[in-house]
């Protein structure tokens, strides 16, 4: 499944949310966060969701601070599969197809 502009805007949002916490906090210095920065440009492009996951789940791996983004990531996919899968259920519904929608409500 294919990652949208909107999803990697919100990814690259979310880490700079967390990078700010962090430097405002106290919690990682400017070496790190400068590392961190680098790290995750380097992750990009992102050509899946499935991309998506493996890079973040090995850049949080690296950078603990950043194990947030990983449930994030995690969470949109799951969010984004739901969407689909409601869709497809809509669509049936419309056509009468009572017993497929349910059927693909099953899927998720």
Do not use: W
């Not at 919100?10 to 990078?19: C, D, G, H």
């Amino acid at each position: 499944m294919h990652a949208s502009v909107d999803f990697i805007k919100q990814l690259e949002l979310e880490y700079l949310r967390i990078l700010s916490k962090e430097i405002r906090s106290g919690t990682i210095s400017a070496e790190v966060a400068q590392a961190s920065a680098r790290y995750f440009l380097k992750l990009l492009p992102f050509s899946s969701y499935n991309d998506i996951t493996i890079k973040i789940e090995k850049f949080a791996t690296e950078y603990t601070q950043f194990t947030h983004l990983f449930t994030f990531v995690k969470q949109q996919e799951q969010e984004v599969k739901t969407q689909i899968v409601l869709e497809r259920m809509r669509k049936l519904m419309k056509e009468n197809k009572i017993t497929e929608a349910i059927a693909a409500a099953q899927t998720t």
